[in-house]
């Protein structure tokens, strides 16, 4: 048993690595203006925010995985909704050149307050 919780736990640490790498690799061919999900750039503070944003709640799910406290599918479920956000800032940006108006960051900071309410739910729920 404890053996095969601990195979769990290093493959759920490998597939949230995987979604991580995943949507930095998409990222980088982002058409903006070189900002984008997990790019930081000074003159983009809007997309600053949002990037560490999604940074957080990221090792807010790994931390999750590695303590044993989310199972694989909540943290599918989480992972999906993450991807969801960085397309949706990707979408946005390449409408303004690279940048996110403010409607922009305020609709894409509402998602990740109910994903991290999520996240605190999954944690503590067993």
């Not at 290093?10 to 930095?24: I, K, P, T």
């Not at 991807?83 to 390449?94: G, H, I, L, P, T």
């Not at 991290?116 to 944690?123: G, R």
Request: glycine share 8%; hydrophobic share 30%; no cysteine.
């Amino acid at each position: 048993m404890h053996m095969n919780n601990t195979f769990t736990k290093s493959l759920l640490a490998l597939a949230v690595g995987g979604l991580m790498l995943a949507g930095s690799a998409s990222a980088q061919t982002s058409t903006t203006s070189g900002a984008g999900p997990g790019v930081v750039d000074p003159g983009h503070p809007r997309v600053n925010e949002v990037n560490k944003r999604e940074q957080n709640q990221q090792k807010r799910i790994a931390n999750g995985v590695n303590s044993g406290k989310l199972s694989a599918p909540q943290t599918a479920n989480l992972e999906k909704r993450e991807a969801s956000v960085q397309n949706r800032e990707q979408k946005d940006m390449a409408k303004n050149n690279g940048h996110l108006t403010k409607a922009e960051q305020k609709g894409i900071n509402r998602q990740q307050n109910r994903i991290s309410k999520n996240i605190y739910k999954d944690k503590h729920s067993q």
